[in-house]
């Protein structure tokens, strides 16, 4: 191994060496100043530029949106609606039923065939006039429960309430016999209106719900 020259041709006894040539790294390598680092490299103890504080996510990850909010963070259960339905069908029906037989909806009849054998059969009809009061009935029985005490006997019974979207708070009369006659219409057709709640994932809400800004959440 031989020793770097000495002399007039050495640069450590050079006071002012040149810079040499461009694009060739200076022998020997010349530290930067005190307290600068190279160019491109942090400073110790401070953080590479554009670090934020938070932890960088690894390449691909991602995340889903936040369910929105609804009142109490909870949404009722598609089994404890169904039930709530199903017990407030059964005890509008029961005035219609009684309102009918007074105006003669009972009909029966009496049939024969060909080797005499007769049978007798009975029908239920409803008038016009019938159909009218189960219709004031129905709208008066959920605008009191449902747009006052936010739940019917039949929700209470299932254990959920129908609130305010926003404000968690009754509904009102109004909005009440809105949502029960958009359910009426809708479900009409093929019983679509019924199954409407399943084609919202975040909040459940049926076109009924969403046409009175309402929301079904447990009781409880």
Do not use: E
């Not at 050079?14 to 790294?25: F, I």
Request: hydrophobic residues 35%; contains cysteine; positive net charge.
């Amino acid at each position: 191994m031989t020793n770097p020259p000495s002399g007039p041709d050495d640069p450590w006894q050079q006071p002012n060496p040149q810079p040499p040539p461009y694009g060739q790294q200076p022998y020997p390598p010349q530290p930067p100043p005190y307290g600068q680092q190279p160019y491109g490299q942090p400073r110790y103890g401070q953080p590479p530029a554009g670090y934020s504080g938070q932890p960088m996510p690894p390449p691909g990850y991602g995340y889903a949106a936040p369910p929105a909010p609804v009142p109490g963070g909870r949404l009722a259960g598609m089994g404890a609606r169904l039930g709530g339905l199903v017990l407030d069908s059964i005890i509008i029906a029961i005035p219609t039923i009684i309102l009918g037989a007074l105006f003669g909806g009972f009909h029966s009849s009496r049939s024969c065939d060909a080797f005499g054998s007769c049978t007798n059969s009975y029908n239920f009809s409803t008038s016009l006039t019938v159909d009218l009061v189960a219709l004031i009935l129905s709208l008066g029985y959920v605008a009191y429960f449902v747009g006052v005490k936010t739940q019917t006997p039949g929700h209470r019974a299932a254990g959920i309430r129908v609130v305010d979207v926003n404000t968690g708070a009754p509904i009102g009369p109004g909005r009440a016999m809105l949502r029960q006659f958009v359910l009426g219409i809708t479900g009409a057709i093929c019983t679509i209106g019924y199954w409407s709640p399943f084609f919202d994932n975040t909040r459940r809400q049926g076109w009924h719900d969403k046409a009175s800004t309402a929301v079904v959440i447990p009781s409880k």
